[in-house]
């Protein structure tokens, strides 16, 4: 009996399913749709929502001023919980539901993933995070731009750092076995080699989430290092540093924007004292910064998390963009980011013909007394 | 039934989980700001919650369990409907051709977004039942088995970006790269059994994508292969829309390949075998069975279809990196197999398409998303161990004789 | 020499945190013969409310020594009734179901819990405060081994003695032994059976909860995906050993840690899982049942 009847009602209530959700969604308002895409559920929510919020002020300040075109912005919000597979579908979603620019995404493989499907759709995106150089440099995506600097750069700027200020030699480059940490070892790696004051005793990942790295940071010292470049997040290196300090290896640690995160700094506790880690140029005396930051304060009642300015500032570049060119057209859209400047959190930006934004770079930080400080 | 004692058993069971829940609901604690956070309004949920979900668990039990006693003492076991419309030719054929009829509409009726999510569901209806040859069939629990979906993958992504392979090519070679990683990996742990197995295999299914992860050279590493192109058409240029199309029919191609061949091989002397081998092993092989041989060859055609099924992945997503193939996707085409139903190839179809379409579909409550994907797992099992459509052990008559033989297994 | 000592000690560190683990892993599996895929969620629930516990005492200006035995006792209770329910809620009802059945009941209950925690708590890493304090006499050899790891290696010598006692010599060990040797016989002899699993799911949990507790003061943060990281390479550990069987699950995990400790410190960190599971493979083909495991003889 019960049989028949659970397996009977679950086909019905599949079949209504589809029947309900494909009638639904073809919007029919005369709106500019902003599609959101990014990891809005799962362990990598908090990377994605930050943009959903900053699209958000963004949306309500510039439709409170009328809108874009005469017309109001209306944003369409999908997750893509940073896995390739799931941010084609995203992608196919929100092109089906005619999205006019997107925001997002916000890990590099899903937005290689999903850049195709907007590059066949002509559609404009632009990630606030997507560090990958691949994504401007090679050539292959057109559509996309990026208002943060890309991983060849902070690379560049942590070898620069620990060769011409810190001046050591001996280094050791570790990472995360992950897209990200690994991509940024391999630039560390290849600009240290290519330098003749450098030598790299040491380059390894470690396994993320091990319960413990003491044969790695053994391995340091036995190779006699003089600093260690990580490439990766805050859980492992504060992990790391803080077995260093604990078996008395002082030396410098160097780190990236996945470190440069206040975590990090309450989980090493005293032990981070002394990293440096590059992050996004502090733009806290930018008064846009400054009161976008406050508009997220007063409207969630917490404070901004990861890449809410970049995505504050991409949203708007998007937005005046459309608004400039005149038009939701792909290639007006495109020649309105190259050419005209727009004002953001970031500053002044434009973008290059490659999609990366001018004047948007890295700085190096160093934690003093329990707080990241800019390195000038 | 609503009875004093019921009451006062549900009572308890939601004081108990008031307790249980109480410290990870209730308190949060920031030991930075040191700040405590009481929600107590979410005890008082967890509460009310329970103490009726309760009433509905022991309803559902006690009826499961009436239920087996019934079957238990009934002498003949009641035919599922879906086997009696499979017998019954005069539903089952019209049925069959509206089913056609609908799939052949699909793609032109529903949103690009709707066909796109389907072939999703249909690439794991093929790999589904290439596991349900070596876990439904042969009843070897196979926890890895997304190593050989990576490998089919990683050769489209890697023949196309080296040698300019196209997907037609790529696709046989695909599953002949699957064939032989399931000959390799398959042939050290034939000695194994049940859940040495299980490990066994898991940990080949990390090696492969470890290696993938570290070996930059050869795979570029964590950061992935990006651009593969999607299916080509005779050299047609196909806009995204058509394409989407394209790769829909395309996947509905092999699945009812797949699903045809894998009929067949089940009602075959080797799926006999198989089948055998599930059973008893000892008196399998007393029977002259060769056990390695029809061990293998399970491992190796069930590695065949995955290495199919990621090649169309591969072109499908269009960029690829070792993150895809975690053990998490090998427990999902597990849950794909035991939920459907193990062994039947009906309900391996219906638990890819409840396993795949229900998060896309289930994307307005994405934060809970994969809490009542567990949840569904496990009430499932609790209430339906044998799956949506459980499989039936085909019946072989011999009706030559007069004598009657009415064995049922 | 120093050298290979350290690493040695570190191999120990790590083989003694999956000794914690897969202590209660075997001993479910020996019982019921599931792999209990829940079982590194319910370590990471208790490591959870142990941090809930010291937040609260430790911004009430408690002792620290105080804080950790409360801490873990608590997260002990805890853990102990997840692993409870959940054997009653998950795995009770699928007894006389296939064995997969309740694999994937577990692997549905450990997807479950970690967004559970995940939804009612954070996704994001917490810092845990060291609860073990640094010995006064350790000083000298700190930078060679650490207090805190001193602790886990003696925790996980009682742990696993109190354990072999309690199955070898003790009325519920005998019923527990009968129990995973044939559960229906062991009814036919009087032996409540349900009870003991019950038991066994209880100490297999409190064995959790205080891997938990240690390990996280170790490690210093917590997530919810924890459990499920170590869960894995602790079961890699028992079955090495030898599924079933408690020495062999400590002699595993020690085997395990040793081996890829060595294999960071000598020869890369890149391939260390590899290599775990690589040497795992050659083990069990060489020995089916793992190192200590009984090898059973098929029955007809």
Redesign the interface.
Known sequence: MMKRHFGKVLIVAVAALFMTLTVSGVGLADTIKLGVAGPHSGDLASYGIPTIKAAELVVKDINAKGGVLGKQVELIVEDDVCKPEVATNTATKLVGEGVNVVLGHICSGATKAALGIYKDSKIVVMSPSATNPALTQSGDYPNFYRTIASDDAQARLEVDFVLDILKVSKIAVLHDKGDYGKGLAEFVKGFLEADSRAEVVLYEGVTPGAVDYSAVVQKIKRKGADAVIFGGYHPEASKIVTLMRKKKIGIPFISDDGVKDDTFIKVAGKYAEGVYATGPMDVSSNPMAAAANAAHKAAYGEDPGAFFLNAYAAALALLNAIEQSGSTDYDAISKSLQTNLVDTPLGKIKFDNRGDATGVGFSMYRVQDGVYIELK | MFSFSEIKKSLLISL?FM???F???V??????Y?T?EWRWD?MIMVGVGSFFLSFLWRFF?G??ET?KKKTDTGEVQQL???QRLTENKKIYLPSLVAISVFVVLFPF??????T??MT?ALIYVVVGLGLNIV?GLAGL?DLGYVAFYAVGAYTYALLNQHFGLGFWTVLPLGAAMGFMFGVILGF??L??????L???T???G??IR??L??W?AFSS????I??IPRPGLFGLHL??HQ??IYMYFIMIGLAIFTIFIVGRLQDSRLGRAWIALRED???CQAMGIDKTRTKLSAFALGATWAGMGGVM?AA??????P??FT?WES?II??VV??GG?GSVLGVI?GA??LI?LP??L?AF??????L??????I???????G???NVRKTYKFEGLKDNNKDNS | MEYFIELFLGGLTRGSIYALIALGYTMVYGIIQLINFAHGEIYMIGAFTALIVAGILSMLGWNPVAILIIASVIAVVYSASYGWTIEKLAYKPLRQAPRLSALISAIGMSMFLQYYVLLAQTSNFLPFPSLIPDFKFMEPIEHIVRSSEIVIYITTAIVMVFLTFLIKFTRIGKAMRATAQDRDMAMLVGIDVNKVISFTFIIGSATAAIGGVLVASHTGQINYYIGFIAGIKAFVAAVLGGIGSMPGAVLGSLVLGMSESFFTGYISSDYEDVFAFLFLVFTLIFRPSGILGRSDTDKV
Request: charged share 15%; glycine share 6%; net charge positive.
């Open positions: 108990w307790f249980l829940t410290p990870i609901m308190i949060r604690v920031n030991t930075i040191k405590i979410r039990i009826k499961k239920g599922t409907w879906i009726v529903f949103s690009m977004y709707q796109n999510i999703t876990v629990l050290p742990v000695r194994l059994r049940g859940d040495y299980a490990i066994v898991l940990g080949f990390e090696i470890l290696i992860e570290n930059n590493g964590p950061s992935g990006a651009n806009s995204l394409n989407i092993e000892v008196a992945f499908k997503t269009t960029f690829i990196n993150a895809s053990i427990i597990l849950c035991v939920i193990m219906c398409m409840v379409l896309e579909y994307r994405s934060e809970y998303r994969m809490l994907f567990g949840a569904i797992l496990v499932m099992m609790v209430f339906r161990p044998e949506i459509i459980s």
